[in-house]
């Protein structure tokens, strides 16, 4: 089983919403949107060579996935714009569903991150614009 294989296995039988795995090394989380792999990133978790299985996967995250080293993924549902990013920069990914946008948590309009992301193309500008919008929503 390979790498992918065994998160993607993992991500279909669990509560998760994210799973990375690498040989015997394996991280999981339950938390939504972007806020696992910004942990993962902050806390200096080393994830080159990683595989990934997401729930939900927009531009955003996508670009996370590729700035913390990431080299293939799985995706419930992807964005046309994540997969346009991770396209270009040679990250080879599956999907279930392609969807144009990818929806915000209330159903009535564009997700916040992807929103956030629609302009940038570095993934180091990309954390630091998806943070400042954290940040916002928190302060509501």
């Known amino acids: 089983m390979t790498n992918l294989e065994k998160a993607k296995s993992i991500l279909r039988g669990s509560k998760y919403t994210l799973v990375l795995c690498n040989g015997d090394k394996l991280y999981t989380s339950i938390k939504r949107g ?19 299985a997401d ?13 913390a080293g990431v080299v293939e993924v799985y995706a419930d549902v992807i964005s046309r714009a994540a997969a346009d990013f991770l396209c270009a920069k040679g990250i080879n990914f599956t999907y279930n569903e392609l969807t144009d946008k990818i929806i915000n948590r209330n159903g009535d309009g564009i997700c916040p991150m992807e929103q956030v992301t629609t302009d940038i ?16 929503l928190r302060k509501g």
Not at 34 to 51: C, H, K, Q, W, Y
Not at 55 to 67: D, E, P, S
Not at 122 to 136: G, M, P, S
């Open 121 to 136: 193309n570095d993934t180091d500008e990309a954390i630091i614009a998806i943070k400042k919008r954290l940040e916002e």
């Open 55 to 67: 729930k939900v996967i927009g531009k955003a995250a996508a670009m996370l996935f590729v700035h």
């Open 34 to 52: 972007v806020a696992p792999m910004l942990e993962f990133i902050d806390n200096g978790t080393d994830l080159r060579g990683f595989s990934a």
